[in-house]
T-cell receptor, first 115, second 112 residues
């Protein structure tokens, strides 16, 4: 069975600073990988996904993530954080199971942005 | 193209009452997933349905919880005889076959 860890429960960065959120997964085959963002009181919005091909994936809102098979990681990055990026970020791994993808979510990383 | 819709957005029930949560998937999506999010926690998978069929209910509590996705109409997550521990945000997601899941805004259930 697949699993996901997000080592950082909470991160605080200054506006304009760079950001990297860590995600490590466990799965026996090539996984499908996702990053979602959740603003307070809202649902989850897909930032980006990796299914195959180029290991550097571009997403919305200026985010990118890199799949590193050797490290079982899929870290999310942004070169310059905006105050509106403050939210909860979830990494997720999908596994092909029979006819569908069962997606397992990590516990989330809460991002605070200070002026 | 409307996204995944969930209603109600907020639901308050007293202990012992029933809660019905509705989810309308995105147009063209025939796969529906339900997740529960407890305060300060991530999402926990509950159940996966296709039209008229439950495919995987491995995350559903054995008692009081049920889900359906009829041929016509929204998917329903039903919680009978609610208890305080059922208070959570319940999210629905939908997808086409074997593709990315898109989430609704959630229903926040409060049990008094």
């Amino acid at each position: 069975a697949q699993s996901v860890t997000q080592p950082d429960i909470h991160i605080t960065v200054s506006e304009g600073a760079s950001l990297e959120l860590r995600c490590n997964y466990s799965y026996g085959a090539t996984p499908y990988l996702f990053w979602y963002v959740q603003s307070p009181g809202q649902g989850l919005q897909l930032l980006l996904k990796y299914f195959s091909g180029d290991t550097l994936v571009q997403g919305i809102k200026g985010f990118e993530a890199e799949f590193k098979r050797s490290q079982s990681s899929f870290n999310l990055r942004k070169p310059s954080v905006h105050w509106s990026d403050a939210a909860e970020y979830f990494c997720a791994v999908g596994a092909r199971k029979t006819s569908y993808d069962k997606v397992i979510f990590g516990p989330g990383t809460s991002l605070s942005v200070i002026p | 193209n409307a996204g995944v819709m969930q209603n109600p957005r907020h639901l308050v029930r007293r202990r012992g009452q029933e809660a019905r949560l509705r989810c309308s998937p995105m147009k063209g999506h025939s796969h529906v997933y339900w997740y529960r999010q407890l305060p300060e926690e991530g999402l926990k998978f509950m159940v996966y349905l296709q039209k008229e069929n439950i495919i995987d209910e491995s995350g559903m509590p054995k008692e009081r919880f049920s889900a359906e996705f009829p041929k016509e109409g929204p998917s329903i997550l039903r919680i009978q005889q609610v208890v305080r521990g059922d208070s959570a945000a319940y999210f629905c997601a939908s997808s086409t076959s074997g593709d990315t899941q898109y989430f609704g805004p959630g229903t926040r259930l409060t049990v008094l």
